[in-house]
């Protein structure tokens, strides 16, 4: 009987020993699979930032690109000559320019009570109340 019960604590202690180890393996193992996992998806993350940075500036780039053919398109030397091509537009010459002179009034334009026209000068989006009556000046 000696011999029997040596063998079922050594048995006992191999089955241990091995369990231990064959654990430890596998929590190795699953710690090099969850750090690889991690730093794949950090390398996933930072590409996809790499692309829509690039994608934000090609956005830009593109944008500027439109502003500045749409500023060249609709620039003032530009579109007067191409408009006056297309309506076939012609400046009136000296002798064709009509003076017309109206006669002057006697009596002096009425102006507004002083509050009044205070509160017409802030009103008034130019801050002249004169362009507001249309009034002449002798």
């Known amino acids: 009987?000696?011999?029997?019960?040596r063998r079922a604590p050594r048995r006992r202690f191999r089955f241990r020993v091995t369990?231990?180890?064959t654990s430890l393996g596998?929590?190795?193992?699953?710690?090099l699979f969850v750090l690889a996992?991690?730093?794949?998806?950090?390398?996933?993350?930072?590409?996809r930032r790499t692309d829509l940075q690039e994608e934000i500036d090609f956005q830009r780039d593109e944008y500027r690109r439109l502003l500045a053919d749409w500023l060249h398109a609709t620039a003032r030397e530009r579109v007067v000559p191409r408009a006056q091509d297309e309506l076939q537009l012609v400046e009136a010459s000296a002798k064709d320019r009509i003076l017309v002179v109206l006669p002057g009034s006697t009596e002096q334009r009425?102006?507004?009570?002083?509050?009044?026209?205070?509160?017409?000068?802030?009103?008034d989006r130019f801050g002249e109340i004169n362009a507001a009556n249309a009034g002449e000046r002798p």
């Open 1 to 5: 009987m000696k011999r029997g019960s």
């Open 19 to 21: 369990a231990l180890y």
């Open 26 to 31: 596998l929590g190795l193992l699953s710690c």
């Open 37 to 47: 996992y991690g730093a794949n998806r950090v390398e996933q993350l930072e590409r």
């Open 110 to 123: 009425r102006s507004l009570p002083p509050l009044f026209e205070q509160l017409a000068r802030g009103f």
